[in-house]
């Protein structure tokens, strides 16, 4: 560890620094003045030991100041501060400093992105945070750049192309992670074509100091990276679809725990979900949807626990891990926390991976438990093996739990944490070439997935064979008794209980928390208020309405003396194309901002209300030589390549293309193919979307556009709203 010696007492000192203005708390997971990461900390508790602000006073809380961030897409990064000044990025891998107390703008910083990076973006553009060491602020760009910038000017002092092949769809969404003397990233992508992994860099200069690879590469080709690849591809068919990547990108998770000189993270899923097309045969499929423990020095496994073996539902192991100290059989143990998307809740021993307590903390129909004794879950092929008839599983792909940070609260000893209780059916579908090659930079899923909070609606949609086989399964009567629940809740992470629960707006309302040792509980909603709940009781001390949604996780730091609470405002992420009617978007659209509150601040501006929605301009006359085929043929391809942004609802981030005005339909194919749109962030699809199948997407289109001003016409005329609900049929959330 000596190479690590001088950056690690740094490292500590500051840390001493930072806490040394909170209110005398010894609990290493409390943050003091400052907020050292986008997590609160090395323990990423999201935890303040600031006790200026609490119960009594909280309900005088108002706006400090604000920050116009200057984009309407996508806010997930929550705020650092050091010494007086706020660090923190915005969609793309914007970055900004500012003035912590006063909010004036200090330095900005914008990458240049290649905005063909969207065509692999299962998620919008989001970015979840800088990282700040030695001097230097360190973000990802979507394209997978790492930039290393001078704290004090925003000048680029060196940055790192991060990505290994660019001819697959990567993409980095998440924060930096500061490991002694290197800086740790990794990269999403596992819905489309790639081969995860995790790189460190020097912070001093940025040379790549070591890269770990989450996915065996076709044996064929030679030798693994390292040995425990070649364990972990005994774990995978030999027929397994090597060329499309295998998944397990490490998108989120990622932790230093300098205790052990470990760093651990969190695997994705694997890549294409289908276990039988994926690796036929079936198989553990190493590491994907894993907790990997990497020596910090050398990236070489201490430890690996697989939460979710031979993924085949979208159960990424990427949602935030959480270090704790607990009493264990009598003993203090560190240990880590973690909920992933597959249902259940993690509590394993740091130094080991062995798992203490696994317990469910939503409805699971894929497995039955776990076994303590060898840590596997009790699996139920009869209920999760779609690729043998249609299933409905629970949780749903968008996860029991997802990248919204939870808070852990150590004198508590309580999780606090949105919780989504729903599923969908799953089901395979046919590849739209029958030879099913390697789709580069797009979604090589090939599966359906129906939320079942809108199932029973959207399954009338399907073939009546299939409704009645889908309305034979077990979890139908789930799906009749609670379609869903979405839940803020306080955890106890042995038992998976919670001590209490109360319900969010909607399904896709699921905002990151933070919890302070006054006894406060701090989250946003994505109907644009920003609420304080008492800790022990969930119940609302106070409440601001913002009118801009909020899911990004609140931070609290103090400057002279004023304790502040921070939050990044802005809807967006996955299923960014469906905004729901509850939500603050869809009334007062999307202008991303900052929000700064402290005791005895002033009202917070909302924005101007959106027009109403207008009729869906006449489209031009049908295209020639356009018949029935083409007209399914284009609605395939759209639904296979672009619906996973364009949603086509009334109100939405992104264009409906059923209202297209004539300009746009003139350049249909200069858009599509050509990339004319590119630097507005609409990729150019030449190489995967051939021009007969851009004239049957066309086709499609302005027949569903016929079809939508003839409705809105007689919706108009009736004095009818034209925005009545629709169905979110499709998402990633």
Request: charged letters at 20%; proline letters at 8%.
């Amino acid at each position: 560890m000596k190479v690590f010696s001088a950056s690690l007492t740094a490292a500590a000192a500051l840390l001493l620094s930072a806490c040394s203005g909170s209110t005398g708390s010894s609990d290493s997971t409390a943050m003091g003045d400052d907020w050292t990461t986008p997590k609160g900390g090395a323990n990423a508790a999201h935890f303040s030991g600031l006790t200026d602000i609490n119960p009594g006073n909280v309900g005088r809380l108002g706006l400090a100041w604000s920050y116009d961030l200057g984009t309407s897409r996508v806010q997930e990064a929550t705020p650092v501060v050091l010494d007086g000044v706020m660090y923190t990025s915005g969609n793309l891998g914007r970055t900004y400093a500012l003035n912590a107390a006063t909010g004036e703008e200090l330095w900005t910083f914008e990458p240049e992105v290649d905005m063909q990076a969207n065509r692999g973006a299962c998620c919008d553009q989001g970015n979840r945070g800088v990282a700040v060491a030695n001097g230097k602020v360190m973000v990802a760009a979507l394209d997978g750049w790492l930039y290393a910038l001078d704290a004090k000017t925003g000048k680029v002092a060196w940055k790192a192309d991060t990505i290994t092949d660019h001819s697959r769809g990567y993409t980095i969404t998440g924060a930096p992670e500061v490991a002694g003397n290197l800086v740790l990233i990794g990269n999403a992508g596992a819905e489309y074509d790639a081969r995860g992994y995790v790189t460190a860099y020097d912070v001093a200069s940025g040379e790549q100091a070591w890269r770990f690879y989450t996915v065996p590469h076709d044996p064929a080709q030679g030798p693994q990276e390292n040995p425990e690849l070649e364990e972990a591809v005994k774990t995978w068919s030999p027929e397994s679809r090597w060329d499309i990547g295998g998944g397990g990108t490490v998108w989120d998770a990622i932790n230093y725990d300098e205790r052990f000189g470990t760093v651990i993270i969190g695997v994705g899923n694997a890549g294409p979900y289908n276990l039988e097309r994926r690796s036929p045969g079936g198989g553990d499929n190493l590491f994907v949807a894993s907790l990997v423990a990497l020596d910090a020095r050398t990236g070489r496994v201490k430890w690996h626990y697989q939460e979710t073996p031979g993924d085949a539902w979208d159960f990424t192991s990427t949602q935030p891990i959480v270090f704790a100290d607990m009493e264990v059989e009598g003993e203090m143990r560190p240990v880590l926390i973690h909920a992933p998307k597959n249902g259940y809740m993690f509590v394993l021993d740091r130094e080991t991976g062995k798992p203490i307590a696994i317990n469910a903390i939503v409805r699971t129909s894929w497995a039955d438990g776990y076994d303590m004794e060898t840590g596997r879950p009790k699996e139920k092929p009869e209920s999760a093996y779609y690729w043998k008839g249609p299933k409905i599983i629970f949780p749903a792909s968008p996860g029991a739990r997802n990248w919204y940070p939870p808070a852990y609260d150590p004198d508590r000893e309580l999780y606090f944490a949105s919780v989504l209780d729903m599923g969908n059916l799953m089901f395979t579908t046919p590849p739209l070439d029958p030879a099913d090659p390697h789709r580069k930079k797009a979604l090589n899923i090939q599966t359906a997935l129906l939320f079942t909070a809108d199932l029973d609606k959207s399954i009338t949609t399907l073939p009546p064979p299939l409704q009645d086989m889908v309305k034979a399964l077990p979890e139908w009567q789930w799906v009749k008794d609670k379609p869903y629940s979405s839940q803020i809740r306080a955890i106890d992470p042995m038992t998976g209980k919670a001590k209490w629960a109360v319900d969010t707006e909607g399904w896709q309302d699921r905002p990151g928390v933070m919890a302070t040792k006054t006894g406060i509980v701090f989250h946003g909603s994505i109907d644009g208020r920003f609420i304080a709940r008492d800790a022990e009781t969930g119940n609302i001390l106070t409440e601001i309405d913002t009118g801009t949604a909020i899911m990004a996780a609140p931070m609290t730091y103090r400057v002279d003396g004023v304790q502040y609470v921070a939050v990044q405002a802005g809807f967006g992420g996955g299923g960014w194309g469906f905004v729901p009617r509850y939500s603050a978007p869809y009334k007062y659209g999307n202008a991303n901002r900052l929000l700064v509150f402290k005791i005895d601040g002033g009202e917070v501006p909302k924005p101007d209300p959106l027009p109403a929605p207008q009729v869906a301009p006449e489209p031009p006359a049908q295209l020639p030589g356009v018949t029935p085929a083409t007209i399914a043929r284009g609605q395939a391809v759209f639904f296979g390549n672009c619906a996973i942004c364009h949603s086509n609802q009334i109100i939405s981030g992104v264009p409906d293309l059923r209202r297209m005005q004539p300009e746009i339909h003139e350049a249909f194919d200069q858009i599509v193919l050509e990339g004319a749109f590119l630097p507005m962030g609409m990729p150019r699809w030449d190489d995967l979307i051939s021009k007969e199948d851009a004239h049957a997407i066309h086709a499609w289109l302005i027949d569903e556009q016929t079809k939508v001003r003839e409705r809105e016409l007689k919706l108009k005329a009736a004095g009818k709203p034209l925005d009545a609900p629709s169905l979110t049929i499709l998402s990633s959330y």
